[in-house]
């Protein structure tokens, strides 16, 4: 078992910066394919990012590319989502994902273990 925690939300104006981050406890001596998935008030959870075991490969929705970025640090068990001239669709509640696996690419149904979710709000 796996725990996430995400932390690092809040609220910003648009064009502002936000980082969140993904603490993995439980058993972390397994490295897990990591996502960041996001759910607006009245809409289905969405993709954001996903970034492999290693680090070495990545993909982002296309809403954010080139405006996030996801990160790794296995040394610490975190995984990072720097989010960069944020817009008012932005505002979501934020879900870090793992999954055993080398790889586990844009579907959240890929995804076996979830963090509770971090509020970031954009304000216009």
């Known amino acids: 078992q796996v725990q996430l925690v995400e932390s690092g939300g809040g609220l910003v104006q648009a064009g502002g910066s936000l980082r969140l981050s993904c603490v993995a406890s439980?058993?972390?001596?397994?490295?897990?394919?990591m996502g960041w998935f996001r759910q607006a008030p009245g809409k289905e959870r969405d993709f954001v990012a996903a970034?492999?075991?290693?680090?070495?490969?990545?993909s982002y929705a296309d809403s954010v590319k080139g405006r996030f970025t996801i990160s790794r640090d296995n040394a610490k068990n975190t995984v990072y989502l720097q989010m960069n001239s944020l817009k008012s669709e932005d505002t979501a509640a934020y879900y870090c994902?793992?999954?055993?696996?080398?790889?586990?690419?844009?579907?959240?149904?890929?995804?076996?273990?979830w963090g509770q979710g971090t509020q970031v709000t954009v304000s216009s």
């Open positions: 970034i492999s075991r290693s680090g070495g490969s990545t």
């Open positions: 994902a793992a999954d055993d696996t080398y790889w586990a690419g844009t579907r959240d149904t890929s995804y076996d273990y």
């Open positions: 439980g058993r972390t001596s397994r490295l897990y394919a």
